[in-house]
């Protein structure tokens, strides 16, 4: 937890602002990797504040501007959004060659160690990018120099560990620092009100806290499911639940979406000479707990929520991320099943997919053009795609951002889901 946002940050962000303590022998204007000073700094601050409409609300709290706020109180959960989910893609033209890219192995090889599930080849991975950010921090910044020592911060050796570790002990994330600190923060607000014999009082609190548990623990169905369909809703097997809003009567749907509804219908021996009428729904709850949203009703909403419509697909293998537009059941073959008409979003953008160590997944919304009809189960999670105007390319490409903790997006093979807390 420490390592990867309070630590990194507290080592690389002074280092690319040129406000690291340096000694008299050694001249900050050779510093190459200081680019992030007054107004480039202040720009790069907007960007990610500007973002914070594209995060879903189940990335919890967004990433304060860091030129305003990174003094004040910037919190881990925020490090982790801003360093990994962000930064490979606004520090992209600006943090120079090879410290960009030197940075992006360090965004990949601890978004691997941050998920719940990390197979034997990522874990390799993860190690092997670990490993070579480390060794190429002393070549690019310490240079071996002994006034530039107090550089090299133990949290760099640490990293060197963190896979080591997980075989022993299993993903960090499952033993890291955020359930402690949230007891403690819990019980802090329990005994507020009780300024006389804190410590009892603390003491009295923990041990009712450790027997609720224990009773939990022999009677689990003591406790209702935190994860009880709501009024409205419909439970469509396999975790995945549509909740409300919901259209009173069946619509025809647009022209386009009409061609994609009949070419989807013939390619499954359905043939029909006209689209049929829908239904739609607004939302769909996924089994890892994360709401999806749909443009259908995000659109309409007066006041425009953090927008969480845009999710990661899973279709025979291949991973690729599109915009919901609403959710429907139809019946095939007498069967009733749930569907998702999607935008899919192209490709990432080659050059700087690779360059990046696979952290910049960036790619161009397509909109009617790339219109799609899926079933919801192909749904993994929910995503944010953030514009952004990279420098060198033409047109605004979107950047993909995961929640930390689940699992990150690969271009082939299954994806098992993280475990989440409802939106």
């Known amino acids: 937890m420490h390592i ?17 303590r340096a000694k008299t022998t050694d001249d900050k204007s050779t510093w190459a990797w200081a680019v992030l000073t007054k107004a480039t700094w202040k720009a ?3 960007l990610i504040t500007d973002a914070t409409p594209f995060l879903p609300g189940s990335f919890d709290r967004p990433p304060r501007n860091p030129a305003e706020k990174i003094n004040s109180g910037y919190k881990a959960w925020e490090w982790l959004l801003y360093l990994y ?13 090879p410290y960009w890219s030197h940075f992006c192995r360090l965004a990949r090889g601890l978004r691997i160690m941050q998920q719940y599930h990390i197979s034997r080849s990522d874990l390799i991975e993860g190690h092997h990018h670990l490993l070579n950010f480390a060794d190429e921090f002393e070549e690019l910044y310490y240079q071996r120099r002994i006034d530039r ?44 009100l009780h300024n006389s014999s804190v410590y009892a009082n603390l003491s009295q609190r923990a041990a009712r806290r450790c027997q609720v548990n224990a009773i939990k623990a022999i009677i689990p169905t003591i ?36 061609q994609v509804l009949l070419r989807y219908l013939s390619d499954n021996n359905v043939h029909v000479t006209s689209a049929p009428l829908v239904t739609r729904w607004a939302r769909l709850r996924l089994p890892n707990g994360q709401v999806a949203r749909s443009a259908w009703k995000e659109n309409a909403m007066s006041k425009q929520p953090r927008m969480a419509r845009n999710v990661k697909l899973l279709i025979d293998g291949k991973t690729t991320v599109a915009e919901v537009l609403f959710y429907f059941n139809m019946m095939l073959h007498d069967e009733e099943k749930t569907f998702a008409f999607v935008s899919e979003f192209s490709q990432p953008h080659t050059d700087l997919f690779e360059n990046s160590s696979q952290t910049v997944f ?13 079933e919801v189960h192909t749904i993994q999670s929910v995503v944010a795609m953030i514009p952004h105007n990279f420098p060198g390319i033409d047109g605004i490409l979107f950047y993909l ?9 690969r271009m082939s093979g299954a994806e098992e889901e993280g475990i989440l807390d409802e939106e």
């Open 85 to 97: 989910g962000m930064a490979p893609a606004t520090l992209y033209g600006i943090l120079p060659e």
């Open 362 to 374: 960036a790619c161009r919304y397509r909109g009617d053009a790339s219109l799609k009809l899926v």
């Open 44 to 46: 790069h601050g907007s």
């Open 4 to 20: 990867a946002a309070i630590n990194t940050g507290d080592l690389l962000l002074p280092l690319w602002r040129g406000t690291f």
């Open 149 to 192: 020592l107090h550089f090299v911060r133990p949290w760099l050796h640490s990293i060197t560990h963190i896979a080591g570790e997980t075989v022993n002990k299993g993903p960090p994330i499952c033993s890291s620092q955020w359930t402690m600190e949230r007891t403690i923060g819990n019980l802090a607000q329990e005994i507020r």
């Open 401 to 409: 951002v995961e929640r930390p903790g689940l699992d990150i997006i």
């Open 223 to 258: 406790e209702p499911s935190d994860n009880a369909s709501p009024k409205g809703s419909l439970d469509i097997g396999q975790g995945y639940l549509l909740l409300r809003r919901r259209e009173r009567t069946a619509h025809a749907v647009r022209p386009c979406e009409a």
